[in-house]
């Protein structure tokens, strides 16, 4: 019976060793996902070029930070303005401030608004 104590002893540390390597192999990959970061479970996925004076509200509210409501406030500013006539007009829309702007100035295009031809 005395050599149980020590074999207990032994297993419970390679359990416990192998443990904390498991943690640190699941915390490295989870590092080396795009941006160094692990994806949390709200985030979007990554997302194409986005053409804000074409998209629809389900494109636009693939980019960061835009939900319905900015999607939709995007598309009146849109339609009252006839489009962006560039990206940064973007934040003429409320909701979307400089610091929202910055993340989303290289996921943003525009092409400009089309002239009327009579």
């Not at 835009?66 to 962006?84: D, P």
């Amino acid at each position: 019976m005395s050599h149980s104590l020590p074999l207990a002893r032994g297993i419970a540390s390679i359990v416990s060793t192998a443990l904390v390597l498991f943690g640190i192999a699941a915390s490295a990959s989870a590092m080396s996902a795009p941006g160094g970061q692990a994806p949390a479970a709200k985030d979007k996925p990554p997302v194409a070029i986005v053409n804000i004076n074409t998209a629809t509200s389900t494109e636009l509210q693939t980019l960061p930070g835009v939900g319905a409501a900015t999607a939709t406030r995007i598309l009146e500013y849109r339609q009252k303005n006839g489009g962006f006539k560039k990206i940064e007009d973007i934040m003429n829309v409320r909701g979307i401030g400089e610091k929202s702007f910055l993340k989303l100035k290289p996921l943003i295009t525009i092409t400009p608004p089309k002239a009327v031809s009579l």
